[in-house]
């Protein structure tokens, strides 16, 4: 098993560009997470898919973000215009079916500077 | 809403000792599920253990041993003769069944193990 997969590793952009990030979830898993991470706010949930359809984008800073998962193999999170304080690791996240209790299994993570 | 609280920041210990790691949670949901996942300096996050609201029973895995006590609300965490390969941060987080799916992380706690 590959495990969840996250492209780029690191990306470096400058402030208005816009940003897109990629993920793969497990094969068989239902559930696709979209978390931030920072040392201010810590492990933050953004957004998570159901069978590739949003269910709570409540995470959502703003419109700048925005969330896809167009098939059950990939998912994409795009930030436009990108701000220095969108800095930050975003980690992708999948598990399978259940309440919840299943655990998540992450990537590796986009580290994202954003100068 | 569900909550999670770990307290303390950073901890450090000399090699072979034990370090305890404390969580405490907040939840109105009578069925929940509660976690710990290690983030070592590499960055990925790192699924441990998982422990669900009907099941008090502690138990102990290699090093990893972990107190859940449902009357103080706690999950606590314990690595026994700890090594240089367990610095990390740890993060509990908490799951519950009808809080559509979210997985609240803690702020985390970082462990340094001192040779």
């Known amino acids: 098993d590959a495990g969840v997969i996250q492209s780029p590793r690191h990306e470096v952009t400058e402030m208005g560009q816009e940003v897109t990030l990629r993920c793969k979830p497990i094969?068989?898993?239902?559930?696709l997470f979209w978390y931030r991470q920072t040392m201010m706010r810590g492990l933050e949930l953004l957004i998570y898919f159901n069978n590739n359809v949003p269910i709570d984008d409540s995470g959502m800073p703003e419109d700048r973000f925005s969330a896809k998962m167009p098939n059950a193999s990939f998912s994409t999170l795009k930030i436009q215009p990108s701000e220095p304080r969108d800095s930050a690791v975003y980690f992708c996240a999948s598990r399978g079916r259940g309440t919840g209790g299943s655990p998540l299994h992450f990537g590796n993570g986009t580290r994202l500077t954003v100068t | 809403a569900q909550k999670v609280t770990q307290a303390q920041t950073e901890i450090s210990v000399v090699e072979k000792e034990d370090v305890t790691l404390d969580c405490v949670y907040e939840?109105?949901?009578?069925?929940?599920?509660l976690f710990w996942y290690k983030q070592p300096p590499s960055g990925e996050l790192v699924f441990l253990i998982r422990?669900?609201?009907?099941?008090?029973q502690n138990e102990i895995s290699g090093r990893y041993s972990w107190n859940f006590q449902k009357s103080t609300s706690s999950f606590n965490f314990t690595i026994t003769a700890s090594q240089v390969v367990d610095s990390a941060v740890y993060f509990c987080?908490?799951?519950?069944?009808?809080?559509?799916?979210?997985?609240?992380f803690g702020k985390g706690n970082q462990v340094v193990v001192i040779p």
């Open positions: 987080a908490l799951s519950e069944a009808r809080g559509n799916n979210r997985l609240a």
């Open positions: 939840t109105r949901d009578t069925t929940y599920y």
């Open positions: 422990r669900n609201s009907f099941d008090e």
């Open positions: 094969s068989g898993h239902d559930y």
